[in-house]
């Protein structure tokens, strides 16, 4: 739970990918946050006709107060997040491997500032390095640019969490009610406080 963003697309050139990753590093170093480099050059400086889910590709950096952030790929090019390549990876699955070419961050405790700039960022990523990109922001900046907008979204999620955190200091476990119960009973009233 909390305000995040979803991304995936693909890499435009292979040969591109060093400079890429360079950019993003003097990012991180300018910001003092803490990033991984993963593999640097495509072999051949060319993406694979068929990925392998072997090597990783790309760069990786963690904002203050946020999750890591990861600007990766397979040898194909196809962007790729690194822990669900991990659990996904070798699953026989079309299904299961498809969730691999999905990112998700959450950013909400970041704050409104940093993930302004996490968006400006990939603004610009995506207009010189990426092809086929998509983003899905909670907080609607990605998709409107609305600054107010994104600001009330992010006031959004803080209540919900304040009124789940109120609910379950206030709503404890009945006796013999199982988990389920409780959850369906403890959601019904963070809605009720959001009315």
Not at 37 to 52: K, N, Q
């Amino acid at each position: 739970m909390g305000l995040s963003i979803h991304y995936g697309g693909h890499l435009k050139n292979a040969n591109s990918l060093p400079h890429l990753i360079e950019e993003v590093k003097d990012v991180a170093i300018a910001s003092d946050w803490k990033y991984q480099i993963f593999e640097t050059v495509f072999v051949g400086d060319e993406f694979s006709h068929e990925p392998s889910y072997s090597e990783i590709y790309g760069i990786s950096f963690t904002p203050t107060n946020c999750e890591t952030i990861s600007i990766t790929f397979l040898s194909n090019g196809a962007m790729v997040c690194p822990m669900r390549l991990s659990f996904m990876g070798n699953s026989e699955e079309t299904e299961g491997r498809e969730w691999i070419y999905t990112t998700s961050v959450k950013t909400q405790y970041a704050g409104v500032k940093i993930h302004q700039f996490i968006i400006l960022l990939f603004r610009y990523l995506n207009e010189k390095y990426f092809d086929d990109f998509r983003l899905s922001d909670e907080s609607a900046y990605w998709e409107t640019n609305d600054e107010e907008e994104m600001k009330t979204q992010f006031r959004n999620y803080e209540a919900l969490l304040d009124n789940f955190a109120l609910a379950i200091e206030t709503f404890p476990v009945l006796e013999n009610e199982n988990m389920l119960i409780y959850f369906e009973r403890l959601m019904k009233r963070v809605n009720d406080l959001k009315k």
